[in-house]
């Protein structure tokens, strides 16, 4: 136990060091302001509490989910450290994201990073907002949709329901359902046989899952309101920027429309800045100055409209400005904007301009009504923010930049599998950024790109440069067996490096289902297209795709594989099964598939078994699941392989202490990462070498009884049955000895795999 921990922190030292040190920053914090700090819009989530009225300027997605729930446990304080712990768990969890997508660990530490230790981040944590919450739905997304390959339907529909959560702490989330759309439709890379179809079906479910939860809080808002909406802020929101810019005495306005027209110039305007404009009539003052029964929320949206459609190009030059705001290397602040010391750190405690009892009243009904400064403590925080403890603009900028050209293919983008992954967390960066930007400029509304951007130029830097190679002791596609070492024209990596690259080339982008069932086929065109005529689309309720790694065949193999819609990787030399299975394996986790099939394309292996394979894997009762002809019947009719069938599997159960009565059966199932763990070299009878690998590494193994059938073409390329025996024995025993003076080794390896394997407004005032 503590070898394994010390062995994970020395692989991934960067982030154990980031995230000591947000942890670090995040115990000053809790002891630099006792209970938690209250910003204005607190108050308004503290009141909602057990109410949960939808009418108000913010949704109420935070208190009922997130800080009701937790003041039912525990007091302020406790909400403080909560919010804080979530914060490390939302770093820990883009890296553990990023390597699963294949990043380099520094790489994805690093994109980690700013939510670990940006001063802005660690402040929004310590506040009663809903800002941890949004970005911690927004991960939630890009998780859902990136971390099992392409989204189906289901998937896609739950990712629709958080998004549409998100919406409901923050309505800056409205938006987010197109890129999230774009992404599911056009760029998730399907099944060809599926093609829009299926793509249609899951965009539809992530929709439908989206407008469900919406539509019923639509529906409470129209009960608890009176009329249907999302919040009470949206057309203050809208009449806030077009106020900014409104040329009163030129447009074209109705006697009501000039009534809520702002008297001062443009150019004083600005000064006042867009939070003005947006809360000017919650002001009661402001609202006693109209005429009795004037209904200016209603005006000021026909207001709105008509600025919009007179100035745009005034309208979306400040937008613009806004958004490129963001971007700045230093925190700054212009004339006009929210003020910048809302989010930084003081050496008191801040009131916001409340009365010191009435923040002592709130602190009371959810503490013992005291509050209190570390000065030194607070001094410190403060000095850390402003020299530089934040994530420069300029970065985030950066990252985004380069999620766009890994998009647009540069690179090993288009060879990657990762091109379209970019797209999801660099498409919902720009949105929630650009679309918080129409409401105005806040230094808090950039909370969300500390998240969604430095993840997405990570996977971009992946997708331009090539995924995170394996370590080179334990991976099996560093590592060449001797008939591959003895080639004399090219070597095996260079042969993976040409099929992956026609791979590339003929699917793009494509992901697979979280099934796939690999074939190995060395000429074998006269059986593989009955076997392929019989592969099911789905199983177990997942889909299935096909995968067939034609091994250098000279036949026409590969135009059968094609012709039956099976996904075809063609390796243009001949090395042997083994070798085959490899690149098939590292395509499957590379691509997003959850578990692999291996069966052979020679016809011996009843396809129909599948479900006996999935579901002791679906159901996490194995890790690997294999068929045993001795358990079920075998067609076969040489008696020396039967009896050879016997002597290793006793000899396997002997070595391993688990009964196993069938050590070659090529019709097996397993999760993902089991392959991508095992050490496997041999060009042929991998079978043996898999399993027995399997076995010493600990994996929980499974046999179901099975059918063997004879072959339905084609000749076996085993060799006679004394060359066949001896070979099969060494590799049983060469492989049992190699994993254990290897144990310690292949427990790094095993969890190293694990980690890699695969192919996530209103309140200003």
Known sequence: MKDALVRTLRRHWLLALFVLGGLVLRGITVQAYQPILLYIDS???????????????????????????????????????????????????????????????????????????????????????????FQILLLVVVVLLTWWGTPGPKVAAVAGVVLATSVLVRLVGLTLIVPAGVFVLLAAGLRPHDGWK???????????????????????????????GLGGSTGSVVYGRTAMVAECDKLDLTPQQQRVCPDEPVAQRKLNGIDHYIHYFH??????????????????????????????????????????????????????DVPLSRWQFQTHYPMNGEPEHYVKGWLELYGDGTYSVDQQLAGFLRTYQLNGGYAPGTALGGALLIAVAAVLGAGRARRTGLRAVCLLPAGLGFTVLFTASVMEFSWRYQLPGLVLLPLAGALGITAITGRRPPDPAPSAASVTSTKEKDMPTTSSDEVDRAALADYAERYGDR??????????????????GKVLGGMPTSSCGLEVDTLVVVDGATDATGEVALNHGAQTCVAPTNRGQGAALRLGYRLAAERGARYVVTTDADGQYDITELPKLLRPLIEDEADFVTGSRRLGRSETTDALRRAGTYVFAWVVSAMTSQRITDTSFGFRGMKVEVADAVRLEQPQYQSSELLVGV???????????????????????KGNNLFYGYRYTKVVVGTWLRERRSRGRSVAATETATAISGPAPAGER
């Open 43 to 133: 108050y308004r989530y503290l009141t909602d509490l057990g109410v949960f009225y939808p009418g108000g300027i913010n949704p109420i997605g935070y208190e009922l989910l997130l800080l009701g729930p937790l003041l039912l446990i525990g007091n302020l304080g406790f909400v403080a450290v909560v919010q804080h712990l979530l914060g490390l768990a939302l770093g820990v969890s883009i890296y553990v994201l990023l390597q699963r997508l294949g990043c380099r660990r520094w790489i994805a530490a690093l994109a980690a990073a700013p939510v670990l230790l940006d001063a802005y981040q660690l402040q929004i944590e310590h506040l009663v907002m809903s800002d941890l919450l």
């Open 198 to 228: 299926r793509r249609m079906k899951s965009a539809g479910a992530l929709t439908a899952g989206f407008a469900v939860i919406l539509g019923g809080y639509m529906v409470y808002h129209t009960i608890a309101v009176g009329a249907p």
């Open 283 to 336: 002001d009661p003052a402001n609202v006693e100055k109209l005429p009795d029964g004037f209904d200016y929320s209603a005006v000021q949206h026909t207001f709105a409209m008509r600025v919009l459609m007179q100035q745009p190009l005034d309208v979306a030059g400040g937008v613009v400005r806004d958004f490129l705001k963001g971007f700045a290397p230093t925190r700054t602040q212009s004339p006009g």
């Open 511 to 528: 992901g697979f289902a979280p099934v796939v069932v690999l074939i190995a086929a060395y000429n074998e065109e006269d059986a593989l």
């Open 695 to 717: 076995l010493a590494r600990g994996y929980r193994v499974l046999e179901q009884p099975m059918t063997m059938h004879e072959r339905v073409a084609g000749v076996s390329k």
